[in-house]
């Protein structure tokens, strides 16, 4: 069975930096689209950045305008492991983080990270 378990979340200050890691298990993911999704209080999940296979070595990445050039999706398939580096955090980056990866037809996801930016 598929599992996806989120880590690197916390307190940081505006300006900051935080590195977000999703582990998966229950298989090989190489071939796999992943991704990092965030839901804050009272909005809707949104996506973050995605990282999609065009071979199994080379990889595109795409993400939201609202963090193109301060984040930046990795990932290490030796470790089944994505990650998020997240720079020049904001207060509106406050969210809970969940990585997800498409197997198949299906989509799962982590239980999620809480970020939270201030001061």
């Known amino acids: 069975q598929v599992q996806l378990v989120e880590s690197g979340g916390g307190l940081v200050q505006p300006g900051g930096s935080l590195r977000l890691s999703c582990a998966a298990s229950g298989g090989i993911f190489s071939l796999n689209k992943m991704g990092w999704y965030r839901q804050a209080p009272g909005k809707e999940r949104e996506l973050v950045a995605r990282i999609e296979p065009i071979s199994s070595s080379s990889y595109y990445s795409k993400y939201a305008d609202s963090v193109k050039g301060r984040f930046i999706i990795s990932r290490d398939n030796a470790k089944n492991t994505v990650y998020l580096q997240m720079n020049s955090l904001k207060p509106e980056d406050t969210a809970i983080y969940y990585c997800?990866?498409?197997?198949?037809?299906?989509?799962?996801w982590g239980q999620g990270t809480q970020v939270t930016v201030s001061l």
């Open positions: 997800n990866i498409e197997v198949g037809i299906r989509t799962y």
